[in-house]
């Protein structure tokens, strides 16, 4: 958890706006009593986790993908060769689709721009956290090597038996 308090309160009130914004049909799923906080959610998103991204092609046509992702300051990060087809697509196309899912236990579901990480400090701690996970710096995997984090304007959380799985991973209630 490399949340601030400041990053954790945006996020905290993006997920309220955005689930207040949601249509009636997502709120009758993802109702109070399986949402998460913020805190709950820095807490739970902790290592690697598998994310579904969605970009779309210059026809607009969508494409899909799993990456690597990890939670850092509020947000997804994660990577992908540059010669992918995905960082063609996010390099004309920044909007993205993001989505972590764990079978119905808990989910993450977000919408925003992919940001392409630049050198200084922020891709210096971004670095040493993938570096630590995995072994090796992101950088050394490849000629081009892409990280991009996401800038959300659109979040929602969700947790089917909320109580259990925070008890189960330790998360706060």
């Known amino acids: 958890m490399l949340e ?13 706006v955005s689930h207040d914004r949601a249509t009636g049909h997502l709120r009758s799923i993802i109702d109070d009593d399986r949402t998460l906080t913020a805190r709950q959610l820095v807490a739970l998103l902790t290592g690697m986790k598998v994310l579904s991204v969605a970009t779309v092609t210059a026809r607009g046509e969508p494409r899909i993908s799993a990456l690597d992702g ?6 997804w990060t994660f990577s992908t060769s540059g010669t992918s087809a995905k960082a063609a697509h996010l390099e004309k196309r920044p909007a993205v689709s993001v989505a972590h899912v764990d079978g119905e236990e808990l989910a993450l579901f977000s919408h925003g721009r992919a940001e392409l990480v630049e050198p200084g400090a922020d891709r210096d701690e971004i670095e040493a956290h993938w570096s630590a996970h995995y072994g090796s710096s992101p950088w050394s995997w490849g000629d081009d090597i892409r ?12 947790a089917a038996h909320r109580d259990e799985l925070l008890r189960e991973r330790g998360g706060t209630a």
């Open 70 to 75: 990890h939670f850092l300051h509020g947000t």
């Open 4 to 16: 601030t308090p400041e990053e954790t309160a945006a996020l905290q009130s993006l997920l309220d």
């Open 147 to 158: 990280m991009y984090r996401l800038r959300m304007t659109w979040a929602v959380a969700y």
